[in-house]
């Protein structure tokens, strides 16, 4: 079961997120002639030395381990661009929504594998880090708001990796809250003996985390 | 139960048709990536996804057939090894979505067995892991035995049962079923409306459709 998540503890272990994070299309500059590859996942190249060309993460990543490319780092990865996104991720309770899905992980492979090709990288390094720790923060003070009455959970613009962090953690924590919540569900004597009938939440509850329009994450939670 | 749920979620979300022009333009692997994603985050066993792991079984043979005759030629060894790295790619989601699947099998079988509905959603291959004569002879039917055998048999008679607690258990009450109670965390794809909270509608604000895909799917 190598690289197979614990589906008990969080559904998507880093090392699968990484995986689904590896798709993602970036710009490369190739250093050699080959001939287009038809992939099960998709048709690339063909790839000619200096034209830029796209291919996803892993292939540009399989290809810059061998010498044979250079990876163009994507647009959101340049100082002033991290920089005005760290601003505002200050500025705001909001999360901003300038980064992609991804970021956390396709930076990570990037610095891992493709560092000379990042301009300022220490500082670009730096930049994502504290990003990612203004981000969080972000979350955490949003997950204080929760209560037993909570039926909605509207994070915008959540990233993969931070999505995946707080998911086991809100959804255990909404279903105690409900559970504690809800005096239906926990047999008591004294209204045993009402025997009046409960009335019977049937409505669905529905708790919505969104990111950006196109990528959004919602929790459902069914009543009976 | 699980069916009350199922229609209230039908009923609020329903697919739209550009949703359907977008899958066809969509490659296999990414739609097993969706089916994957789907399978590990719901709490039940969805429809197995029969037309799509066909073929992706079979683009998965026909590069390996590819792969393989080019390995004696002196075929490039740079691209070879690129075809052999999308090949591993691929075989690991299909690996994992086939495991997700037997894990949940196994964890509920027998509710899955006694459930028309979630039976039928099983392949012929898993319906044969659970019940069939192949290879893994007759799964539940093992388990019961072994568990009669050696536990039941020897408990009084009111507690002999696999499916009940006791003779006064009206339902089976000793069958694990899948908590469908619960959040699950979703990705919306589009913008969506009027998705229903506890105390009606949402007003005009817009929630992007979601995901939810996989009831939709899973549950016609």
């Known amino acids: ?224 | 139960m699980a069916s009350k749920s199922n229609a209230v979620e039908e009923e609020e979300l329903t697919l739209p048709t550009d949703e359907y022009e977008a899958l066809i333009s969509t490659t296999d692997v990414e739609l097993l990536k969706r089916a994957w994603r789907n399978e590990k985050s719901a709490p039940e066993i969805l429809r197995f996804e029969s037309d799509l792991i066909n073929r992706v079984t079979e683009q998965i043979q026909l590069m390996e057939e590819t792969v393989e005759e080019n390995s004696t030629d002196d075929a490039d060894p740079l691209s070879l090894s690129l075809y052999q790295m999308d090949l591993d790619r691929t075989l690991f989601l299909l690996r994992s979505y086939l495991r997700v699947r037997i894990q949940k099998i196994e964890k509920y079988m027998f509710h899955i067995r006694k459930t028309e509905e979630l039976w039928s959603r099983l392949s012929k291959e898993e319906k044969k892991f659970t019940r069939g004569k192949g290879y893994l002879l007759q799964c539940t039917d093992d388990l019961k035995k072994h568990v009669e055998e050696n536990v039941l048999s020897r408990l009084p008679e009111n507690y002999q049962s696999v499916l009940k607690q006791s003779v006064i258990s009206e339902e089976d009450d000793m069958v694990p079923e899948p908590q469908l109670d619960t959040f699950v965390l979703c990705r919306s794809k589009e913008y969506l409306t009027g998705i229903q909270l506890e105390d009606g509608p949402v007003d005009d604000r817009q929630f992007p459709y979601s995901c939810i895909n996989l009831f939709l799917s899973s549950q016609k």
């Open chain 1, 1 to 224: 079961m190598a690289g197979q998540s614990d589906s008990e503890l969080s559904l998507f272990s880093a090392e699968e997120l990484e995986f689904t994070a590896e798709d993602e299309i970036v710009e490369i500059v190739p250093n050699l002639k080959m001939p287009p590859l038809n992939l099960i996942s998709g048709d690339f190249g063909p790839f000619t030395p200096q034209i830029v060309t796209k291919v996803p993460l892993w292939l540009a990543v399989a290809l810059k381990k061998r010498g044979k490319c250079s990876i163009c780092p994507p647009q959101w990865m340049s100082l002033e661009k991290l920089t005005q996104v760290l601003e505002a991720e200050r500025d705001s309770q909001e999360m901003s929504e300038q980064l992609p899905f991804h970021y956390v992980e396709i930076s990570r492979l990037l610095f891992e594998h493709a560092r000379d090709n990042i301009p300022d990288v220490y500082m670009v390094r730096s930049l994502i880090e504290d990003i990612r720790d203004v981000r969080f923060h972000k979350v955490e003070t949003d997950l204080e708001a929760f209560s037993g009455r909570t039926i909605a959970v509207k994070i915008k613009n959540l990233s993969a990796m931070e999505v995946n962090i707080v998911r086991p953690f809100i959804g255990r924590a909404l279903q105690a809250f409900y559970k504690h919540d809800s005096p239906d569900l926990i047999p008591d004597p004294e209204r045993v003996s009402d025997s009046r009938p409960q009335v019977v939440n049937n409505a669905p509850r529905v708790c919505l985390s969104i990111y950006k329009p196109g990528f959004i994450f919602c929790a459902t939670k069914n009543i009976f």
